[in-house]
């Protein structure tokens, strides 16, 4: 049997807690070095336990963006309104700050402690609404924000606005957290090139359903659906309107829609806008697992079901496997989806193809800590640390490098990820360039195409941004202290800190910053367009 490969988001995730710098000092002895992997594998466990109890990935969530500059998930008029007005709340929803727990008695301690774990366990999933009320529309149940006191979203119990309103420094991200602290909109497109028709489809719901989820306004061709702010719709409560749900799964089975969040429609919508990806075009989806973007893709560069070819990767066999299903599940005709190439590589050494030929596109969706998910994962947060991102960051400098290897000239590569985080972002887009573009190679980042879903509104990228550390071996696990980041301005000034091995690409330190149009990429910010966030980059292989 073949061993089992590692996966380096669910390592990163098991070991948020820990210092970056956290290894096992190696002895001679090897029983006691044994005994020592053991130890530190169950204080690791441990750490990570009291880090999703305790409710400690929130506040470091919130501390971490609260001092990132203006453009990484708030803008200078978020800046300028900020205010303590927004904390208004009234002293029903009002926290004070956790009191520090040294000097407190035990007894002291173990309330703290509980009130922490309680928070941390709060199940908020279906149940975080911007109202209280409900109201019946052809007899079904929908939350309505009408009967909420100042319609304010901060009067819910979300575990991420109750560390916001213990950080009042940061009030600049009361908008960023009012749209992170309901639930994701349930979103979908329709297939109009689909084996059956959509308009069917499309019909009944501008008849029955319109008061629920329509088209979204910057979408001129009118394919992209999304439950409106009024109805709070959801995945997890679309069973609330059965006639609904039975007609949306009944579409996603019959290829007639796709189920699929809007961020993570626009690689294939902007590279198919810039003509990287039409019909007949070879396609690298390098990250393809579950394959949303690689169904995408495939509707439109083998419309004809002759010519195009998608090759799906996934480094891990399992998710290929479920990215096989997704495939056949899909509704599309066997035409297209015999189009489709599955492979099995580590997306950073993924080889060229044997013809020579290399890709004219290739989506870089790369694995991330998944930040800008958190709407509809509730996993994420109580988790979050600042070193999964510092951790990825070498693996998706890698994947993007080798994109930029595979691709033809005049091809382009949409490099992205689910993630807020700068240094996966923008510091791994400018460490790829700036080590590639030297010679006869060059590379370009281009503009976000300005007549794709026009309204929509989207962010530059970003050429300052901070890096920080956490480390919990500093904490003390029976207070309410969950310590505190630090951060540094350098690789250098890491090391200074006794942060070991740290990456000096993490950093916007490479001389040629400026002339890599940066501000190019696109940041999808939650609160703008009320959907997750996103990161992309579209880059185009000059010579």
Known sequence: MS?????????????????????????????????????????????????????AGYNLFISYYGRQPSGVVAHDADFRGSSDAC????????????????????????????????????????????????????????????ELPENNPLYTSHPLVNAFISNARYSHLYSFVCTLSTPLPLTFRLRRNGPLSSKDLEATISEKYSQYISPVSYDPTKAIFQSSPSSC????????????????????QDGTLA???????????????????????????????????????LEIVAQDGKKGRVIANDV????LESLREAVARSGLLEDLTSRVTFTNFDASVF????????????????????????????????????????????????????????????????????????????????????ALTRGSTKFEVLEWPKTLLPGLV?????????????????????????????????????????????AATLWPSIPQIKQLHLHRCIRLLPQDNNTGGFFLALIKRIQ
């Open 316 to 319: 891990h066999s399992e998710r």
């Open 87 to 146: 904390f208004s709340l009234g002293s029903s929803t009002r926290k004070s700050e956790a009191p520090h727990a040294r000097g407190l008695s035990r007894a002291s301690k173990k309330r703290q402690k509980k009130r922490a774990k309680s928070c941390a366990n709060n199940d908020y999933s279906g149940v975080i609404s911007l109202g209280k009320a409900c109201e019946r529309v052809n007899g079904y149940k929908l939350r309505d924000s009408s």
């Open 3 to 55: 061993k089992r490969k590692r996966n380096p988001l669910s390592d990163a995730r098991k070991g948020a807690s820990t210092a970056l710098s956290a290894s096992v000092t190696p002895d001679i002895n090897g029983d006691y070095r044994n005994i020592e992997k053991t130890s530190h594998r169950k204080k690791s466990k441990s750490d990570d336990l009291w880090h999703r109890k305790s409710g």
């Open 351 to 434: 080889p060229p193809p044997k013809s020579g030929r290399m890709f004219d596109a290739i989506i870089c969706d790369v694995p991330c800590s998944g930040d800008g998910t958190i709407r509809k994962d509730r996993h994420v947060l109580p988790m979050w640390s600042p070193r999964i991102g510092n951790e990825l960051h070498g693996l998706q400098l890698k994947i993007l490098t080798r994109a930029l290897e595979l691709v033809r000239t005049g091809g382009v590569i949409c490099y992205s990820t689910c993630s807020l985080n700068p240094v996966e972002n923008e510091a791994v887009v400018a460490a790829a360039l700036g």
């Open 233 to 252: 719709l959801t995945k997890s409560n679309l069973g609330d309107i059965p006639n609904l749900k039975e007609l949306i799964v009944a579409g996603s």
């Open 458 to 502: 989207t962010r530059g990228g970003i050429t300052d941004w901070k890096v920080a550390f956490y480390d919990s071996n500093k904490v003390d696990h029976d207070s309410d202290d969950f310590g505190s980041l630090t951060f540094c301005s350098s690789a250098e000034d890491a090391e200074k800190a006794g942060i070991k091995e740290v």
């Open 259 to 297: 189920r699929q969040e809007i961020g993570s429609m626009l690689p294939i919508l902007a590279l198919h806008s810039v003509h990287a990806l039409i019909q007949g075009s070879k396609v690298l989806d390098l990250c393809a697992s579950p394959g949303s973007k690689a169904l995408q893709a």
